[in-house]
Nanobody
Framework: QLQLVESGGGLVQPGGSLRLSCGDS????????IGWFRQAPGKGREGVSC????????YYGDAVKGRFTISRNSAKSTVYLRINNLKPEDTAVYYC????????????????WGQGTQVTVSS
């Protein structure tokens, strides 16, 4: 069973960048679609990005297109989310998620969730 672990969050000034990582302690992520959701204070969970397992298709939420880049390193069994030009509205807990089918925008479609990593954008 997957045990997803995120890392890379922190406090960043507006306009800065971060790279979030998602990995598993022992299993390969190659057979799973891996996505990122985020949850800002007082708001519901929002789909941010996803990378599929079969053809490597990439998906991005409208709010992050052009600033977020998702990628997979199979050798390290890790999926990355590169975030550029961070804005205060990007402040949220970011969750790595996985499912053994193709990507979905539905939060309940993902069986596996990490514990989340906090991203705070503030000057």
């Amino acid at each position: 069973q997957l045990q997803l672990v995120e890392s890379g969050g922190g406090l960043v000034q507006p306009g800065g960048s971060l790279r979030l990582s998602c990995g598993d302690s022992g299993l390969t992520l190659d057979y799973y679609a891996i996505g990122w959701f985020r949850q800002a204070p007082g708001k519901g969970r929002e789909g941010v990005s996803c990378i599929s397992t079969n053809d490597g298709s990439l998906y991005y939420g409208d709010a992050v297109k052009g600033r977020f880049t998702i990628s997979r390193n199979s050798a390290k069994s890790t999926v990355y989310l590169r975030i550029n030009n961070l804005k205060p509205e990007d402040t949220a807990v970011y969750y790595c998620v996985a499912r053994n089918r193709d990507c979905s925008t539905n939060v309940v479609a993902y069986a596996y969730w990490g514990q989340g990593t906090q991203v705070t954008v503030s000057s």
